[in-house]
């Protein structure tokens, strides 16, 4: 079965600190997908970035990056600058392609807190 | 465009009794998800819909859960009679299709069982 571990599970720092959000999987597929998810604590996840088993290459979207190795089994999430409003609970998910492996797997999650 | 609308947000009630949960997709999405998220957790899929028909219920408790998404757009989730440790919070979520397609989620309907 797959599986998604958040070894983090509450971080805090202060405003215009970087952090990184751990994200270690584990599938049997071949071809699978890696997801970051935010849930504000409004509750509604929020979909920030999905990326395929085939492309390696790092994302940088504004403050958000992330860094994919495969040889590591890891999909880690990089805030720059963070910011009052990062504060949330962040998932990370895979999804494979092969019977049960096809659901979508959250981690645990892990909780965010920026201080002003 | 208009989100996933979920209803009620909130519920309370005591065991044994019954509650049904429903959920108003994004319009367009033929793939529906009904998850369970417990305190301190990630959501776990409860059944997925492709149109209105079942693609995955295998971590539906069906003793007591069941859901239908008649005509292919709302969907009803219900639990009948209710326990404890089913107090969490419900979250529907819709996608363009089942396969690469990400899922977008509603807010979630939170239900605590005293």
């Known amino acids: 079965a797959q599986k998604v571990t958040q070894a983090q599970t509450e971080i805090s720092v202060v405003e215009k600190e970087d952090v990184t959000l751990d994200c270690v999987y584990e599938?049997?597929?071949?071809?699978?997908?890696l997801f970051w998810y935010k849930q504000p604590p409004s509750g509604e996840l929020v979909f920030l970035i999905r990326r395929n088993s085939f492309d390696e290459q790092n994302e940088i979207s504004g403050r958000y990056s992330w860094n994919f190795q495969k040889s590591t089994s890891s999909f880690n999430f990089t805030i720059t600058a963070s910011q009052v409003v990062d504060s949330a609970v962040y998932f990370c998910?895979?999804?494979?392609?092969?019977?049960?492996?096809?659901?979508?797997?959250f981690g645990k999650g892990i909780t965010l807190s920026v201080r002003p | 465009e208009a989100g996933v609308a979920q209803s009620p947000r909130y519920k309370i009630i005591e065991k044994r009794q019954s509650v049904a949960f429903w959920c108003n997709p994004i319009?367009?999405?033929?793939?529906l998800y009904w998850y369970q998220q417990i305190l301190g957790q990630g959501p776990k899929l409860l059944i997925q819909f492709q149109n209105n028909g079942v693609v995955d219920d295998s971590q539906l408790p069906k003793d007591r859960f069941s859901a239908e998404r008649l005509k292919g757009v709302d969907s009803t989730l219900k639990i009948q009679p209710a326990k404890l440790e089913d107090s969490a919070v419900y979250l529907c979520?819709?996608?363009?299709?089942?396969?690469?397609?990400?899922?977008?989620f509603g807010p979630g309907t939170r239900l605590t069982v005293t």
């Open positions: 599938t049997r597929d071949t071809t699978y997908y």
């Open positions: 319009s367009g999405h033929a793939t």
């Open positions: 979520a819709s996608s363009l299709d089942s396969e690469i397609y990400e899922q977008y």
């Open positions: 998910a895979l999804r494979g392609f092969t019977g049960a492996n096809s659901k979508l797997t």
